[in-house]
T-cell receptor
Framework: EAQVTQNPRYLITVTGKKLTVTCSQN?????MSWYRQDPGLGLRQIYY???????DKGDVPEGYKVSRKEKRNFPLILESPSPNQTSLYFC???????????FGDGTRLSIL | GQQVMQIPQYQHVQEGEDFTTYCNSS?????IQWYKQRPGGHPVFLIQ?????EVKKQKRLTFQFGEAKKNSSLHITATQTTDVGTYFC???????????FGTGTSLTVIP
């Protein structure tokens, strides 16, 4: 089954404790992306990747890092999380940018 | 930066009434895509429009892409409780590989 898998689904943590949210897709997609969803703001792109070792900033990259060492994986790293990063995060992928994206189930992060 | 706004932010309708959400981008989009997110779920792709002025229908849903490729609308005829969710427009700009989502319209259907 074609899917985008994110882990964990839920995480409560404290300020400053490094965390990683994993994302994996099994569709051999070139384009992968991270979004955060906040009420009234829709989905905002954090980072995206066109292919292995190629990543670019989206609209809200501050406080986040990503890597794309393998085509299927695109982890999101919060080196020093802060409460304003409490949000619902989605990973998504598509064959290439103009095409529609497939989304993971989301990760709800709470940073205290 | 680029902005994609949707109105209204919330809409409550009686079952059987029609519903429309409007999407406006500050810059020209390469294409417009619409997604639906059920409560507690993730966005799911509905449709893509590419051409200026394009209109597409999916059963009770009608999608339009504006002539200038900067606005779009989604119209649902005779809403049903299964239409409940948040509808997002989205698209890449004409240049670049970033992807922009609208602010979303949350639809509640009252039985």
């Amino acid at each position: 089954e074609a899917q985008v898998t994110q882990n964990p689904r839920y995480l409560i943590t404290v300020t400053g404790k490094k965390l990683t949210v994993t994302c994996s897709q099994n569709m051999n997609h070139e384009y992968m992306s991270w979004y955060r969803q906040d009420p009234g703001l829709g989905l905002r792109q954090i980072y995206y990747s066109m292919n292995v070792e190629v990543t670019d900033k989206g609209d809200v990259p501050e406080g986040y890092k990503v890597s794309r060492k393998e085509k299927r994986n695109f982890p999101l790293i919060l080196e020093s999380p802060s409460p304003n990063q409490t949000s619902l995060y989605f990973c998504a992928s598509s064959l290439f940018p103009p095409l529609p994206q497939h989304f993971g189930d989301g990760t709800r992060l709470s940073i205290l | 930066g680029q902005q994609v706004m949707q109105i209204p932010q919330y809409q409550h309708v009686q079952e059987g009434e029609d519903f429309t959400t409007y999407c406006n981008s500050s810059t020209t989009l390469s294409n417009i895509q619409w997604y639906k997110q059920r409560p507690g779920g993730h966005p799911v792709f509905l449709i893509q429009l590419v051409k200026s002025g394009e209109v597409k229908k999916q059963k009770r849903l009608t999608f339009q892409f504006g002539e200038a490729k900067k606005n779009s609308s989604l119209h649902i005829t005779a809403t049903q409780t299964t239409d409940v969710g948040t509808y997002f427009c989205a698209g890449p700009p004409n240049t670049g590989n970033q992807f922009y989502f609208g602010t979303g319209t949350s639809l509640t259907v009252i039985p």
